[in-house]
T-cell receptor, first 114, second 116 residues
Framework: AQKITQTQPGMFVQEKEAVTLDCTYD???????LFWYKQPSSGEMIFLIY??????QNATEGRYSLNFQKARKSANLVISASQLGDSAMYFC???????????FGSGTRLLVRP | NAGVTQTPKFRVLKTGQSMTLLCAQD?????MYWYRQDPGMGLRLIHY???????AKGEVPDGYNVSRLKKQNFLLGLESAAPSQTSVYFC???????????????FGPGTRLTVL
């Protein structure tokens, strides 16, 4: 069954340091996409980064990169040079090619300390 | 370019009342979705639409109905609200043209609904 697991309910990071948010997934499909969204305290869901199952290189978007390890079924988000504005909930999500829906994990709350 | 907008932002209902949530997008997206987010959980898909005039059930469709009469609008209806429907509701849209697994969904700001 398709499932997303985020094992870190909350994390702290010092400003300007890097942080890794964990995400593992379970699917029987060969073709799927992995997404990370940020949800600040204001509540909106902001798309950060995407990784396709057939992409050979890890995705990067500015300070965000996705550490994709297909054999381990993990898609960890790495935020470099953390900023205070990075404090938020972060959700990992997956969409199988055979489905229209995004499956979300339970999220990780990140707090950046000054 | 407003992206995805939702009306209203907040609403309080009594059990048994009905209401409609409106989602509008100005990105000419083909696909639209309604999700709900409960405390401590990620989003779950209620209903979705892959084009004007089409709708389909998602993961948690019971107690909700939807309509997509115009491409840019997707309405979510609660005919008889129940306390279990207290949640934050998010609308999303996507192009639907690049293949399902690559099709990024963009979300509206959410509607916080409380059913007493």
């Amino acid at each position: 069954a398709q499932k997303i697991t985020q094992t870190q309910p909350g994390m702290f990071v010092q400003e300007k340091e890097a942080v890794t948010l964990d995400c593992t997934y379970d699917t029987s499909d060969q073709s799927y996409g992995l997404f990370w969204y940020k949800q600040p305290s204001s509540g909106e869901m902001i798309f950060l980064i995407y990784q396709g199952s057939y992409d050979e290189q890890n995705a990067t978007e500015g300070r965000y990169s996705l550490n994709f390890q297909k054999a381990r079924k993990s898609a960890n988000l790495v935020i470099s040079a953390s900023q205070l504005g990075d404090s938020a909930m972060y959700f990992c999500a997956m969409r199988e090619d055979s489905s229209y829906k995004l499956i979300f994990g339970s999220g990780t709350r990140l707090l950046v300390r000054p | 370019n407003a992206g995805v907008t939702q009306t209203p932002k907040f609403r309080v209902l009594k059990t048994g009342q009905s209401m409609t949530l409106l989602c509008a997008q100005d990105m000419n997206h083909e696909y639209m979705y309604w999700y709900r987010q409960d405390p401590g959980m990620g989003l779950r898909l209620i209903h979705y639409s892959v084009g004007e005039g089409t709708t389909a059930k998602g993961e948690v469709p019971d107690g909700y109905n939807v309509s997509r009469l115009k491409k840019q609008n997707f309405l979510l209806g609660l005919e008889s609200a129940a306390p279990s429907q207290t949640s934050v509701y998010f609308c999303a849209s996507s192009t639907g043209t690049s293949g399902r697994n690559t099709d990024t969904q963009y979300f509206g700001p959410g509607t916080r609904l409380t059913v007493l």
